[in-house]
T-cell receptor, first 116, second 115 residues
């Protein structure tokens, strides 16, 4: 299995809702990432998990709460979001934070989030 | 802080020609630089990685160069095809954090190859 699987593919939520995004990989990768991408912009890093521990939080508002229950799973819990949080949320993984030669990140297809 | 610029937002070329995309960065030279392809509504797909001690890397019709003096990488697609139409992103590691490397992306170049 050489994929990163993200669910759901699409999500519409109200500003008072609580929802979660899920990311799964079975490649044995020990580094996992959340990125946010707005239309016609590059992905922006939100969080980095290394060996199931949060190692980088790019000053993301607390309404986004990441969780790494085990080495294959990464969740992003959403609460009290704003319409401007609507974006494509991408999960990625790599063997470890220090990349081996010729190895890039493996990205999922993303969750298209709309906050109404 | 490190800035990454991809000179063209969009590039239109004729099928069969070579597409050349540019990525420039400021400040320190990264340990490696990566190129990704992204199709609409999809996640980026890794294409090539080049390290600071490598001048050039090739993979099939793709070629990447890395000039740490100019602080620039060039990405070439030879014999371009309409199927090569996509957004191409360069990405650098940010090694200033004790937590380890993390990728930061340039703004991307939208390539359109016309038949």
């Amino acid at each position: 299995d050489t994929e990163v699987t993200q669910t759901p593919k699409h999500l519409v939520m109200g500003m008072t809702n609580k929802k979660s995004l899920k990311c799964e990989q079975h490649m044995g990768h020990r580094a996992m990432y959340w990125y946010k991408q707005k239309a016609k912009k590059p992905p922006e890093l939100m969080f980095v998990y290394s060996y199931e521990k949060l190692s980088i939080n790019e000053s993301v508002p607390s309404r986004f709460s990441p969780e790494c229950p085990n080495s294959s799973l990464l969740n992003l819990h959403l609460h009290a979001l704003q319409p401007e949080d609507s974006a494509l949320y991408l999960c990625a993984s790599s063997p470890r934070v220090e990349l081996p030669p010729n190895y890039g990140y493996t990205f999922g297809s993303g969750t298209r989030l709309t906050v109404v | 802080s490190q800035k990454i610029e991809q000179n063209s937002e969009a590039l239109n070329i004729q099928e069969g020609k070579t597409a050349t995309l540019t990525c420039n960065y400021t400040n320190y030279s990264p340990a490696y630089l990566q190129w990704y392809r992204q199709d609409p509504g999809r996640g980026p797909v890794f294409l090539l990685l080049i390290r600071e001690n490598e001048k050039e890397k090739r993979k099939e019709r793709l070629k990447v160069t890395f000039d740490t003096t100019l602080k620039q990488s060039l990405f070439h697609i030879t014999a371009s095809q309409p199927a090569d139409s996509a957004t191409y992103l360069c990405a650098l590691d940010m090694i200033e954090r004790n937590a380890g490397n993390m990728l930061t992306f340039g703004g991307g170049t939208r390539l359109m190859v016309k038949p």
